[in-house]
């Protein structure tokens, strides 16, 4: 199996000029809110979560945590379990 390698602590700045700050999915709480920023797994995992209309770039709501978590995206909720082989990094964005 091939897993993507990131440099987490990238110095790269996002939107507001500061260092992407990208942490996994699981975590967020509920009711933080996300970016997406990178898909980790093998190609056709990420490739299921992005049909799906998981990808980089969205935004996401932690609505319940857990080893399956609950997402908003969009106007649907999604249950997704991170694990070793298919994880998500997302960049914490501000709660409305």
């Excluded at 990131?6 to 500061?18: F, K, L, M, T, V």
């Excluded at 797994?41 to 990808?55: N, P, S, T, V």
């Amino acid at each position: 199996m091939t897993l993507m390698r990131i440099n987490i602590n990238s110095d790269e700045p996002n939107a507001n000029g500061r260092p992407l700050e990208l942490i996994p999915l699981r975590v967020l709480g509920p009711g933080e809110r996300g970016r997406v920023a990178q898909l980790l797994g093998r190609a056709d995992q990420r490739h299921r979560l992005e049909e799906l209309g998981l990808r980089v770039g969205v935004d996401i709501e932690m609505l319940q945590t857990g080893s399956a978590c609950i997402l908003r995206l969009g106007n649907a909720r999604f249950c997704f379990r991170d694990t070793d082989e298919c994880s998500v990094l997302v960049e914490r964005t501000l709660s409305a």
